[in-house]
């Protein structure tokens, strides 16, 4: 058990509708990643943040959002689903500083969301 | 752009043996940092190992160890001793470290390893 925590763990939607992804951080982290598993995409980035600014962005549509909460847990939104966004969507916190020169945390992965868009 | 390449989709090893997992990867970035993540069939991401592209040396945890070769851009994953439990996709991934585009990180399209008995 890694400590992060991901609700719900399947989701089955219809297209165009809009759904929310939880994540809960380890106790004590400050950054949350969100990523997208699929098998055609593969693992795919889409968005980090730390203690709720955001970070970095990676390959995220303008039909998903996210935030982190001032509790630090953070949501996925994605809406205007399409069949495409079928996928796993992970969730991993780090407890790594924003400093540049700081050595690296691991990132520790929740168990995922696995949504299917019929 | 930045890009993770592992050209093995799928690698069978025979248990107790040695395996190399490949990775190359294309930067421009100075400062960046390189790991490995094992998704074993249950689907849960477990980090293995980690390699800051200014570490002069390899970087070991137990059984895995990390062949950084920078002027080549490779960060190879060596796994000794194979066990049944190692059988999964592993993933190589790389993380920038530099301001522009702080912690935004690239996964590979990973390898499939299969622990024969």
């Known amino acids: 058990d890694s400590g992060v925590t991901q609700t719900p763990k399947h989701l089955i939607t219809a297209t165009g509708q809009r759904v929310t992804l939880r994540c809960s951080p380890r106790s004590g982290d400050l950054s949350v990643y969100w990523y997208q598993q699929s098998l055609d995409q593969g693992l795919q980035f889409l968005i980090q943040?730390?203690?709720?600014?955001?970070?970095a962005k990676g390959n995220i549509l303008e039909r998903f959002s996210a935030q982190q909460f001032p509790d630090l847990h953070s949501e996925l939104n994605l809406s205007s689903l399409e069949l495409g966004d079928s996928a796993l969507y992970f969730c991993?916190?780090?407890?790594?500083?924003?400093?540049?020169?700081?050595?690296?945390?691991?990132?520790?992965f929740g168990p995922g969301t696995r949504l299917t868009v019929l | 752009a930045q890009k993770i390449t592992q050209t093995q989709p799928g690698m069978f090893v025979q248990e107790k043996e040695a395996v190399t997992l490949d990775c190359t990867y294309d930067t421009s970035d100075q400062s960046y940092g390189l790991f490995w993540y094992k998704q074993p069939s249950s689907g849960e991401m477990i980090f293995l190992i980690y390699q800051g592209s200014y570490d002069e040396q390899n970087a070991t945890e137990g059984r895995y160890s990390l062949n950084f070769q920078k002027a080549r851009k490779s960060a190879n994953l060596v796994i000794s001793a194979s066990q049944l439990g190692d059988s999964a996709m592993y993933f190589c991934?790389?993380?920038?470290?530099?301001?522009?585009?702080?912690?935004?990180?690239?996964f590979g399209p990973g390898t499939s390893l299969s622990v024969i008995p």
């Open positions: 991993a916190s780090s407890a790594r500083s924003p400093d540049r020169g700081s050595s690296y945390n691991e990132q520790f």
């Open positions: 991934a790389m993380r920038s470290l530099m301001k522009t585009s702080y912690d935004k990180v690239i």
């Open positions: 943040y730390y203690n709720g600014e955001e970070r």
